[in-house]
């Protein structure tokens, strides 16, 4: 029975995406447009739900927008050049199993299609083809016109015109930076090649140069200014370190740091190798610090580095641990930690001072890192070297000491990643390589940096909070490699043995979305400069081909340009969500930059972060097979805002599925509703007064990008208002043409959410047309009442106060008193609610004669109504304020259902007149509740 529902289902989901077909493709109108757009993803894999989530949010409000009237744009593309599918297709064609098994089990390809993988295009065709097919099935309201990849002749023109003008105004230059580089493909990398390390950062450390019987031991530091605190050095006592001729030089170092200097303009040759140990116990020199042992320590590693640590035990708590560690031992007690910094917060050891306060164990202690990075961060940003080590500030220290070491005392620099390990995508480990004869974007240009901080003012971000990571991602970048010898892209103009790397062709492509669809048409060779310089600049060039059309596509950009948000992920913030800033800013005209970006965070799989190379994920179109497409939606969207971090689990998703399958009953019911008279017109008046708020609250949230909480007032809301309605009502009953009212309301509301249930309510409801192309309800003034809100609160609060105590009585009650709050306790309560600052008004009421009078009683009152208030809702408090409460009225007219409710006979109440205990207890809106 159930697979045949769900067969049926399946067919209706069918037929209303055929119904949507051409609804979703827009072009330029008299309305007003909204340009939304999201990061097109990298068809190498099957989607999972955390990219479900990244394409729900924006369907959500681009469905919402259209409801409210604007021409709204939302197109989709692939983004195929680089080197990922090129890794893939290799591993594939070398039959690596980890590949294999992740495609042929993972994601179910066909071993007849996995055969055709080792073509890179192959593997685009297939998935882009996939995601397109998924995407459809899940909903998403896209134009499939503009769809377009990455490789396409056409953005290949597009990008060719976008790097010579680049180059016209000097952003694009040629030098020799470090940068990462996987020795396998021969390539420099982005974070989109890299299965481990994305956020890798690149560092410059300065080796400092201990020597040992003719030989130098490298020591890689970020702090050379302590070096004068150095007390021994540190090696790992397992590890095998080689002897080797570097620059002409003998060093001592670990063979990885030997191998990563070979990609750094280094002459490296390994002479031989040491066993492990015999370093240990040894003594070596330098000038700063003088003559100091070589001991062991555990935490050293070898491919950090030159896997060779200097110890400086006062500052850094990795050296203070791993000494401590020999000392409790009974060894090396005569070495004592040489204090450098002043510390303001600290003793005179800080690494010590901080250890001992975060309890760390030993040098193993996961802690460390982070108490390091506390040590490290406050001494450069507060530290001070003592007066004998020359008494200035260590963030002015540190580059002074460090042009010492390199002019004087043999150190050169060494470029390291701050991760532990950076792999690339085909398996191969990532090096920094000093690359010559490379081009740069030139984003360390100051005056370039200030024009996209200047611009970013001007920028609406979702959160708002992100604002500080744009702006330390545009002071800390610093030239990007743009191009590489190998992988799929589009040439360099003017040197085409190299090729556009992947986050550098993918900067302004939303400008593309624009005339992607037309630009197809015309042949791709006819596509030079100067064409795209009249579409996107307006450039006036003698014998353009094709007029007609390139005043179409001028028309189209200039009417959906600039875009008015981005969607995509927060980490991309540190690449490729501040690059295309850079890039607008550049080639764009000032009143073309961007208006707004919003950030997502991160998908978890219960409770860890999903990842399809590791296996943890779960398909998308697998959920949509197991749970529909609307229940997908709606747990992706309303589980979290869409800027925090979502956790899929399944038990969750279930419920959610649920929740529809109530909505869907709930709707039914109101629809089915045969009229007749007004049963309770209290209760009728209340429940379109709700929906008015609901109307208002959901629209506020989905223009604020909040559809977590859009959910829980167009969902939750108005399904708990129902229900109660019912329950006060005693039957869902009520106006028909009320009820029948909000069934419509309420199928508008939640059209973008769960836009397949939606439309078959729509059509079962007998409205034409389809839903999604309705109009958003609208919040209806004349049906808002406040008073009968307030009131309607006051028993709903009362209610549940009452069914609270009586989980808490032994005995079944026979009556209930209720007992008001007096008039006095009432001024207060408007005094304390009206004042700027609550507790002040304490002094101001003992102030008044009246109350003084009433001596500890008015005290006593004024403190609870304080705390009272503190728990109200604002909206509530200032709607009590307004328009006030008779509580007497509102409880009479409600006792007959709450002697239904609960089978007592109900009192009320005035609670100065009465003199039992349990009146004193009276608040304004909250009651004294007595169960006799």
């Not at 203070?320 to 050891?349: F, K, M, N, S």
């Not at 950030?599 to 972060?609: C, E, I, P, T």
């Not at 604020?704 to 005693?730: C, K, M, N, P, V």
Request: hydrophobic share 40%; charged share 30%; glycine share 6%.
């Amino acid at each position: 029975m159930k697979e045949k529902e769900g067969s049926e289902t399946r067919r209706q989901e069918e037929e209303i995406g055929e119904e949507w077909a051409g609804e979703f493709e827009v072009d330029p109108s008299p309305r007003e447009k909204l340009y939304i757009n999201v990061a097109f993803p990298y068809p190498s894999g099957a989607m999972h739900v955390g990219h479900g989530r990244t394409y729900t949010v924006p369907d959500v409000i681009a469905r919402f927008w259209r409801m409210r009237g604007k021409n709204v744009l939302f197109p989709m593309g692939f983004h195929v050049t680089g080197t990922p599918v090129i890794g893939i297709s290799r591993r594939i064609a070398k039959r690596d199993e980890k590949t294999i098994r992740l495609y042929r089990d993972l994601y179910r390809v066909s071993s007849e299609e996995l055969e055709r993988f080792t073509d890179p295009m192959a593997i685009v065709r297939y998935f882009s083809g996939e995601y397109e097919r998924v995407m459809r099935r899940l909903g998403l309201s896209i134009d499939w016109r503009r769809r377009f990849i990455t490789v396409d002749p056409h953005y290949s023109r597009f990008i060719t015109w976008q790097y010579l003008r680049l180059r016209e105004k000097g952003r694009v230059v040629k030098g020799a930076h470090p940068v990462k580089y996987c020795p396998q493909c021969e390539n420099p990398v982005g974070d989109h090649d890299l299965l481990e390390g994305e956020k890798a950062e690149i560092l410059k450390f300065v080796l400092v140069m201990f020597e040992m019987d003719g030989a130098l031991l490298p020591a890689a530091t970020l702090r050379p200014e302590t070096t004068y605190g150095v007390t021994n050095l540190w090696v790992n006592p397992e590890v095998a370190y080689v002897r080797a001729r570097v620059d002409g030089a003998i060093m001592i170092l670990s063979r990885e740091a030997a191998e990563k200097l070979t990609y750094q303009d280094h002459r490296v040759e390994v002479i031989e190798e040491l066993p492990p140990g015999s370093l240990l116990g040894r003594h070596v020199s330098h000038p700063l610090c003088g003559q100091v042992p070589v001991l062991p320590a555990s935490f050293v590693d070898p491919g950090m580095g030159s896997g060779i640590v200097m110890s400086v035990p006062a500052h850094a708590p990795y050296d203070y641990a791993a000494l401590r560690d020999l000392q409790r031992q009974g060894i090396h007690r005569e070495i004592v930690p040489v204090t450098l910094i002043e510390l303001e917060g600290y003793g005179r050891c800080p690494a010590e001072d901080a250890v001992e306060r975060a309890g760390i164990r030993d040098q193993l202690d996961p802690r460390l890192d982070e108490v390091t990075q506390e040590v490290y961060s406050a001494e450069f940003a507060s530290g001070r070297m003592l007066e004998r080590y020359g008494g200035l500030r260590v963030k002015e220290a540190r580059d002074q000491v460090a042009t010492l070491m390199l002019e004087r005392y043999g150190s050169i620099a060494m470029y390291e990643f701050d991760a532990r390990q950076v792999i690339c995508r085909c398996g191969g480990r990532v090096f920094v390589k000093i690359l010559h004869d490379q081009w740069f974007l030139q984003y360390s240009d100051p005056l370039w940096k200030n024009a996209i901080y200047e611009e970013l003012s001007g920028i609406a971000l979702i959160p708002p909070d992100i604002r500080a990571e744009f702006e330390r991602t545009i002071g800390w970048l610093k030239d990007w490699a743009c191009t590489r010898r190998v992988g799929l892209g589009t040439k360099l103009p003017w040197d085409p043995s190299w090729i556009v790397e992947p986050l550098s062709d993918s900067t302004i492509y939303m400008a593309y979305y624009t005339i992607a669809h037309r630009i197809r048409r015309l042949p791709a060779e006819i596509l030079t400069p100067e064409v795209f310089d009249y579409i996107l600049l307006g450039i006036e060039s003698p014998n353009l081909p094709e007029r007609e059309a390139l005043d179409q596509m001028r028309g189209d950009f200039l009417y959906w340009y600039p875009y008015d948000y981005r969607f995509s992920a927060k980490d991309l913030i540190s690449n490729h969500l501040t690059f295309q800033l850079f890039h607008h800013n550049a080639i764009l005209p000032a009143e073309l930059q961007p208006r707004g970006i919003v950030v997502f965070g991160m998908g978890l799989l219960n409770g860890a972060k999903m990842s399809s190379s590791k296996g943890n994920v779960v398909l998308l179109e697998d959920a949509v097979d197991e749970f529909g497409p609307d229940t997908v939606r709606l747990f992706l969207v309303g589980s979290a805002e869409p800027w925090q971090d979502f956790d899929w689990r399944r038990e969750l998703v279930s419920a959610t599925r649920r929740q529809i399958e109530r909505y869907h009953g709930m709707v039914s019911a109101a629809c089915e509703t045969d009229g007749g008279e007004v049963s309770d017109e209290w209760m009728d008046r209340w429940l379109e007064s709700m929906l008015q708020r609901r109307i208002e609250r959901a629209t506020q949230a989905l223009e604020q990008f909040q559809t977590r909480q859009a959910l829980q007032e167009a969902l939750h809301g108005i399904e708990s208002d129902l229900r109660w309605y019912r329950r006060r009502t005693g039957a869902a009953t009520g106006t028909s043409g009320g009820l029948r009212e909000l069934a419509s309301v309420w199928v508008r509301l939640l059209a973008p959410f769960v836009p397949f249930v939606t439309e078959r309510l729509w059509r079962e409801m007998g409205e034409k047309g389809l839903v999604c192309c309705a109009r958003w309800p609208e919040k209806r003034k004349e049906k808002v009442d406040l008073r009968i809100e307030v009131a309607e609160e006051l028993i709903i609060r009362t209610v549940g106060d009452i069914e609270s105590i009586l989980k808490l009585v032994r005995a079944p009650p026979r009556a209930l008193t209720l007992y008001l709050a007096p008039a006095w306790k009432w001024d207060i309560f408007r005094r304390i609610a009206s004042s700027g600052e609550p507790r002040a008004a304490l002094g101001e009421v003992m102030r008044d004669q009246e109350m003084r009078k009433r001596g500890r009683e008015a005290v006593d009152a004024t403190k609870q109504i304080i705390t009272h208030i503190h728990r109200l809702n604002p909206d509530l408090l200032r709607a009590l304020l307004e328009c006030g409460v008779d509580e007497r009225a509102a409880f009479e007219r409600a006792v007959p259902f709450i002697e239904r409710e609960f089978g007592l006979e109900v009192r009320i109440e005035e609670a100065d007149v009465e003199k039992h205990p349990k009146a004193a207890h009276a608040l304004p809106f909250k009651p004294a509740i007595l169960l006799l």
